[in-house]
C-alpha cells in the first residue's frame, strides 16, 4: 500500500488549503481513512477520519473549519481546511489501516 500526500504549502491565517492522499495497492473503498498533523516537537494527533461510507469525524479544534470526503473511483481521500489559524501548522499525514504517507507540511502565517 502506498499513499501520496499533496497539496500543502504556506497560508495566511484565514486562508484555506485542499489536501489530497492518494491510495494505491490497497482495497480503498473498503476501508476508513484518516488524517493527523504533527506541529514541531508535538505528537501526531488525529484531525478527521472518514468512513467508507462516507461518515466523518473531527477532532474538535477542526469541527467546522474542516472537511474531509473521499472519491473511491479515484481512490483519493481530500481534506479542505478553510479558516486556517496558525495553530493548524503542522506536517499532515494521510492513514489507511497500518499505514502511513510521507506527510505534507502545512503552515498558517499569522
Known amino acids: 500500500v502506498q499513499l501520496v500526500e499533496s497539496g500543502g504549502g504556506l497560508v495566511q491565517a484565514g486562508g484555506s488549503l485542499r489536501l489530497s492522499c492518494a491510495a494505491s495497492?490497497?482495497?480503498?473503498?473498503?476501508?476508513?481513512m484518516a488524517w493527523y498533523r504533527q506541529a514541531p516537537g508535538k505528537q501526531r494527533d488525529l484531525v478527521a477520519t472518514?468512513?467508507?461510507?462516507?461518515?466523518?469525524s473531527y477532532a474538535d479544534s477542526v469541527e467546522e473549519r474542516f472537511s474531509l470526503s473521499r472519491d473511491s473511483a479515484k481512490s483519493t481521500v481530500y481534506l479542505l481546511m478553510s479558516r486556517l489559524k496558525p495553530e493548524d501548522t503542522g506536517v499532515y499525514y494521510c492513514?489507511?489501516?497500518?499505514?502511513w504517507g510521507q506527510g505534507t507540511q502545512v503552515t498558517v502565517s499569522s
Open positions: 492513514l489507511e489501516g497500518p499505514y
Open positions: 495497492g490497497s482495497i480503498f473503498r473498503r476501508n476508513d
Open positions: 472518514i468512513t467508507p461510507t462516507g461518515r466523518t
